[in-house]
């Protein structure tokens, strides 16, 4: 998901303030940010959404009444653009970082928790468990790095040879999914740093999840092949099935019922799979704006609502809800 951003930042810092969006398939919309977003998170029920904006800061939003409810910076000083953020699966704490930076901030009163440098390399993705003890990052030169924020623990997987693309985190913070560019993706133990799993690709790989539930992992390469994986044998459990030589996954995300895959591309596409099967089961598409360059929008952030919907953040701006209308 990350190598998108280094493709879209020109665009989306010329979007026009006062431009009216394309048509899309969804049933509501909301301004999130005016000039465009860089990236966005949701928690998993769609409640809450935390969006980068190129002007203001990470704007957090209570989703049930459309309102704004924080707004953060990493520096008071500078203009830090913030490239990665994640919320902790039970809503409790998020992250926000730029390329050299990370901070903490609590949820529920919107207070920061903590500034953090890291010491080498740049940043390119980052995650965050429950209750927001455990960071996980991934770095350009292949690292990936677990943090303990209540201990200080600090460790290292060095299992990749290129630069990582995307990072995943399960709840408890014990378990970690990275994808790189050496064609790999890697479930491993954060406590002892060794490997549960690798996940082999034909290209490399830009995006990964974890069920919450531990029962999956996704993970994508760059090249027509995205792999559902059984957790309990390590086993292709589905390939997503679709024609398009190239693809990439921007957001993803299980349900609950881990019947479900929700995905989001570059190009304005939101997609809803069946994860047993891998059929693409519904095709929507979210809203561009319509003096942007190019006119399109990337698929930050999707939920699962609980009203049978499905909700997400992209590039411009906008929050957007789908309803969810299944055949099977």
């Known amino acids: ?29 909301y301004p999130h940010a005016a000039s465009g977003a860089y990236d966005a998170a949701l928690t998993s029920d769609g409640h809450y959404s935390l969006v980068s904006t190129v ?75 429950k209750e927001g003890r455990y960071v996980l990052y991934g770095r350009a030169d292949g690292v990936a790095v677990h943090v303990d924020l209540q201990t200080g623990r600090r460790i290292e997987f060095l299992g990749h040879q290129e630069k990582i693309n995307a990072v995943a985190l399960s709840p408890n913070g014990f378990y970690a999914l990275t994808g790189g560019n050496d064609y790999s993706a890697y479930l491993w133990d954060t406590r002892s740093g060794q490997v549960v799993y690798r996940f082999n690709h034909a290209s490399r790989v830009t995006q990964v999840a ?13 090249k027509k092949q995205a792999i559902i994986w059984d957790l309990t044998t390590g086993a ?34 939101l997609a809803l799979w069946n994860i047993d099967t891998g059929e693409r089961v519904l095709d929507y598409l979210v809203a561009a704006r319509e003096h942007s360059q190019p006119k399109s929008a990337v698929v930050f952030a999707v939920a699962f609502t609980g009203n049978n919907q499905l909700i997400t953040e992209s590039s411009s701006g906008l929050s957007e809800y789908f309803e969810i209308k299944r055949s099977k």
């Not at 990350?2 to 930042?9: A, E, S």
């Not at 919450?212 to 993970?219: D, E, H, L, S």
């Not at 693809?247 to 591309?265: C, E, M, N, P, Q």
Request: with cysteine; charged share 20%.
């Open 236 to 269: 292709q459990h589905s390939n997503l099935q679709y024609i398009a030589r190239q693809k990439i996954f921007s957001a993803v995300r299980f349900s609950d019922d881990a019947k479900w895959l929700a995905t989001g591309s570059p190009s304005r596409e």
């Open 55 to 129: 002007e203001h800061g990470v704007a957090v939003w209570d989703n049930q009444v459309n309102a704004l409810k924080f707004q953060w910076y990493l520096s008071e000083d500078e203009q830090n653009l913030v490239i990665a953020l994640d919320i902790a699966p039970d809503g409790s704490a998020a992250v926000t970082a730029t390329k050299e930076q990370f901070a903490v901030w609590d949820m529920a009163t919107g207070k920061n928790r903590g500034y953090y440098q890291i010491d080498k390399s740049h940043i390119r993705d980052i995650a965050i468990s």
């Open 210 to 222: 974890l069920d919450p539930q531990a029962r999956f992992a996704f993970t994508a390469g760059s």
């Open 1 to 29: 998901m990350r190598i998108i951003r280094t493709l879209i930042v020109t665009s989306l810092i010329s979007l026009t303030i006062a431009c009216q969006p394309q048509q899309s398939d969804a049933i509501k919309q």
